[in-house]
């Protein structure tokens, strides 16, 4: 059994984790941190997880070693405490943003602050299964991309790589509220919340810095908040080479992901269920990648969606954990989603 | 014109008294009070007023003389004020509970603090148009009652009065998120409150003090919070006299509903739309009013439903205006609702 | 393995069946039958199902003989073939209403017609592990019960069976759309029903009489649909014994559930979770039930939840299937349900 | 008064003309027709005119002449009828698609079939009084635009006519559920509609080809249905001049919309509020539009927002009856919309 602790549990990504890891069988679950609820049990937060656990929240000084360590902890704070961490687990599973961006520039324009261990930048490996899984193999130093950057990254890689895409690409995200965490302000009762179609970020969203990264190509996205409590879909655009017809592009997703677990090619002519939609992937580990292109003209329609939380944080976590570790890739994350939903 | 002030304009309620009394032809808002938002212009809260107002909210103290005062202001705090207001305005309509109910004991009993100011609970006149037309035409001051509690005595006095109700009556409310009002707490962020069925009460709701209050019965309540924003859908049950059939409590409805503006009885054998549903009234000040019976058995089953905070708060308080200030009974009440919606 | 068919699987019961069945490790699904799209893949229908299944619909006259058999299919219809069914397969598990009631007035009283094979009625054991495990041990035929019915069913008996209720049991359920079925007409579009707050029942609805049966006890029951798509909440009421206190009624739900896999007794003095939500069940075979007292009166106020299509249809048919090839109860039917959801 | 009739009243479209015309004080509704209801009363499929109206719906046959006649019939068969429409009424307004574009080759491309009365193209006034309320003064036929034709349109206008934009726009809506109508088939059942982000239109919707028309700009445009049922919002993309900053964006849309009744420019630094959002929009006639520019880079981010159903639809369509017989345009059209809704 593995020896996992999970810090920053108490909130929506470290939930996930504990559901995830909870009912892993190669994972033995030793510690939960939260620093406003130490001492509670876990399942007054998490009430999905009554009759499945007996733990409680405890104080991060209360931590020893573990085999692996999940980092559900705020961006900004992670990079300061992370020596710490280093100390605490053979292998670091970080949930939070300090990791992700190579370039301290980038990181500094994004998030505002300079970084503060830039020195240990290099030692992360992208938690990204379909494109790194063998550097994940020997990794002890995992960074998982957010959840509208992975969305991104996983639909727009593939036709990069190819050489499809020519110029820049602009990216329509569409979240859900549990994106916002389980501390977020008034802005996101009920009340307000419900039905919205909040532009909350019509330039410069964060992880289009991540997507940019992971294509090497430019990258403009605009984040909506729509009614969903859980969900992420992309609308993504871009020209493509004279080239590229529905053949190549289907092709260039079918040599990435022939044969991955977790990603669907999801790009039907007629029915219901043409494209990629969240809502049937609630509690999935699936990433859905779908494309259009515009009769006689080089443009092409990328959509992809996934559950914030699973693919988009908490189970791509532990897709990683299990490749690291050996394990059968799909281990734990085998729930495919309900439908209707 | 009916120079009037709103206190509390900056919550939902607030907000709905201001919509209404924007568009009233007979009224001016010369005032509207936040206490943390003095200064700041109205439609930064409300934006939906955005171009139909250049209203700034002011502080209290700034407050002078009105024809007419809407206190839309906290439980437990109107009543230490109400002298205060009193002075402020030649008719006070308060929409707080503090004088809704007639008994001391009763309020200590449901509020768990000693009423503040007994001595003026017998001055005001419950906002009852439907039950009390008369008495409003000449009242300075005017308590309208809670959304359920509104929704429960229009639902369930004809039948009372009519004597058809023997014992106790049960009550099972279903209440959108914005009763909780603009300042809720976590628990009603989207993402905990989106979906949910949440029995917040499942007995001792203080609406069903107003309720036994108007009818004279006993009255067991039970709320729960559904995916709503706005709107409240009451199902009461009780058990009636053998003479009660089908005709006779049509009967009791029409003729005390027959010619009133703002309910409607609806009650039909087939249809999408038999019963009342909250769905259709958002933003109108109906009180939609239906009833089925068990075929052979002496118990019916009402059904009630209204706009929380139209028909449940601001707009049957500007109902309670237009009678005391002799205006015709609809004016700026006009809106039907929306269907689809 | 055990071989199973699955009759009517274009339907979301049937969705949901093959769902947990095909992540069932002791099972293999064997046919799955549709009339209307035989020679499809059913991940047309089911999207969830996309990578998890290369299985197509065949229409029933190509099934053969299986292990058990499971019927999604019509009231009215079911009991007219069940014989045909009955040869098909050593075990079978209706999942339609024609098995469920004892009597045949009853039947025909609640579905206007009288029962085609009243013969049979014995012979089916009610699916309901929690009262019935031991003859569902050596059942070969099952009759499980209906959404709302097995809600009512599993928070009612274990009070009536202790002695505790005293008259009759007032039911008001809430229930998702997703119980209309896939074929629901156009009072189920998205633009009547989102939101709605529909009762379709005010008396009379069928479930109430398998409730009825079940507790020996005269039910009363209103349905409304709410905003879902999942999820079925009850809340009953009764009276009850002078002697029946908060520790006498606790005893009772923990005397029947202690060690019952799914069914968690929650009810808590505060908190956001104080009693069942079927927000949180979606996609668990979880039944909740929680209870409130009235203070100083004999009065019981019992919540329960569950996902209609699960606990109340497929997940509970799953639980008969492992209990009655001697499989861990639990098999198939891990997922928790999420939150947030 | 003017005495209209509304052709296709029982759809969503005419629906929403019954409820603003029955409340408009210088209309009479003489007539509203429906195919499949005609006896039957206007109330059972729009409740929310319970109490508003007592028309029943009469075939078409049955019409006689008017001063003016909405058409809210279905696009193909409006054209054929034509000439029959323009016999019944001194002005004609049509909300289906067949006489919103002048080049009978786009009509037959985004439609499929020849248009019908290509001689009666030029005789219509598009119905943007925005745009065009001189030639609406004057027009006797006049063509509304569909929905999120006109949020496009009202978004992008004022920048192409200024000539900010430079090359193609793309453009993101997002519609809710009653832009299908009310006789929408399976795909928009609640248990399948419901949280949906459904593509389905990745390309070539045809209310593209509304906004290339009146921009004079190639647009390419990708429709999603979100979870809503009423509302439209877009997030338009363009590159801009180098000359075009803040100010010069502002002062384009200043210039055509500073004197609007029905057009708010909604672009703030922050706040909850800061850009067009369908959500506090729904029974209003407002169309809010708003724009975010990227630090350094020469493109605009236009996003716009109506209800569909009125700035979409029918309340476009009596803003132009307005504006044709010399009535102040916002008669009938007051509601400002609900907050929180």
Redesign the interface.
């Known amino acids: 059994m593995i020896r996992v602790a999970v810090v920053g549990a108490a909130g929506?990504i470290g939930?996930e984790l504990l559901?995830i890891l909870?009912?892993h069988p190669g994972v033995e679950v030793a510690a939960a941190t939260s620093r406003q609820l130490h001492g509670r049990p876990v399942d007054?937060v998490?009430?999905?997880?009554?009759?499945?656990t007996r733990l409680t929240f405890c104080a991060l000084d209360r931590l020893d070693h573990y085999d692996a360590i999940f980092l559900a902890t705020p961006h900004r704070e992670t990079m300061t405490q992370m020596p710490e961490f280093l100390r605490m687990a053979g292998t670091v599973i970080d949930l939070s943003a300090d990791f992700r961006l190579r370039r301290t520039e980038t990181y500094e324009q994004y998030y505002g602050v300079p970084h503060a261990a830039p020195q240990l930048l290099e030692t992360f490996v992208p938690g990204v299964p379909e494109l790194h899984r063998d550097r994940l193999r020997g990794a002890d130093r995992i960074s998982v991309h957010g959840c509208m950057a992975n969305a991104g990254i996983l639909a727009l890689v593939p036709l990069a790589e190819a050489g499809l895409i020519t110029g820049e690409i602009?990216v329509?995200a569409?979240t859900?509220?549990?994106g916002?965490g389980?501390?977020?302000g008034?802005?996101?009762?009920?009340?307000?919340?419900?039905?919205?179609?909040?532009?909350?970020a019509?330039?410069?969203h964060r992880h289009e810095a991540e997507m940019a990264q992971a294509t090497g190509l430019p990258v403009?996205m605009?984040a909506?908040g729509?009614?969903?409590?859980?969900?992420v879909?992309l609308?993504c655009?871009a020209a493509i080479t004279d080239a590229a017809d529905e053949r190549t592009i289907r092709a260039a997703y079918r040599a990435r992901y022939g044969k991955e677990?977790f990603v669907?090619v999801?790009a039907h002519r007629r029915?219901?269920?043409?494209?990629?939609?969240?809502?049937?992937l609630?509690?999935?580990n699936?990433c859905?990648v779908g494309f259009?292109?515009?009769?006689g003209?080089p443009?092409v329609?990328v959509?992809s969606?996934l559950d914030n939380l699973v693919k988009g944080g908490a189970g791509n976590a532990v897709q990683c954990l299990n490749i690291r570790f050996g394990l059968p890739e799909t281990t734990g994350l085998?729930?495919?989603?309900?439908?209707?939903?």
């Not at 729509?226 to 969900?231: D, N, Q, Y």
């Not at 029915?271 to 049937?280: C, S």
Request: glycine residues 12%.
């Open positions: 929506y939930g559901r909870i009912g007054g998490h009430p999905n997880l009554r009759g499945r602009t329509d569409r859900g509220s549990s916002a389980a501390r977020a008034s802005e996101n009762l009920h009340a307000e919340r419900s039905g919205a179609l909040r532009v909350f019509p330039t410069r403009r605009t909506t729509v009614e969903a409590v859980r969900g879909q609308v655009r677990p669907r999801v029915g219901l269920h043409r494209f990629p939609d969240a809502k049937i609630s509690g999935s699936f859905d259009a292109l515009e009769p003209a443009h329609t959509i969606a085998e729930f495919p989603g309900l439908h209707p939903n």
